[in-house]
Nanobody, 122 residues
């Protein structure tokens, strides 16, 4: 089992930045890929970013590419999501996930955090 706890969410103005953290405990975090997803009210959860266990591979959807950056520090069992140039449409609950497969498919991730709210005001 891997337990994930997100932090760093909050209220920010459009154009601003936030950095989310995902602290992992339990089984060896460095063995897992890590991902970020988000869910806005009334919408399905969507993929935001993912990184391989080594950090050598990353994926982003076009909606956040160039604005969001995923990173990880395996020594600290922590992953991060740096979000720049935030837009009101980025408003959502952001979830961290870990899994044995690097994928954009939500159903293939094994472990999930409880989420952290990000609100971007216009």
């Amino acid at each position: 089992q891997v337990q994930l706890v997100e932090s760093g969410g909050g209220l920010v103005q459009a154009g601003g930045s936030l950095i989310l953290s995902c602290a992992a405990s339990g089984r060896t975090f460095s063995q897992y890929a890590v991902g970020w997803f988000r869910q806005a009210p009334g919408k399905e959860r969507e993929f935001v970013a993912a990184m391989s266990w080594s950090g050598g591979s990353t994926y982003y959807p076009n909606s956040v590419k160039g604005r969001f950056t995923i990173s990880r520090d395996n020594a600290k069992n922590t992953a991060y999501l740096q979000m720049n140039s935030l837009k009101p449409e980025d408003t959502a609950v952001y979830y961290c996930a870990a899994g044995s497969t690097l994928t954009t498919a939500e159903r293939r991730w094994d472990y999930w955090g409880q989420g952290t709210q990000v609100t971007v005001s216009s």
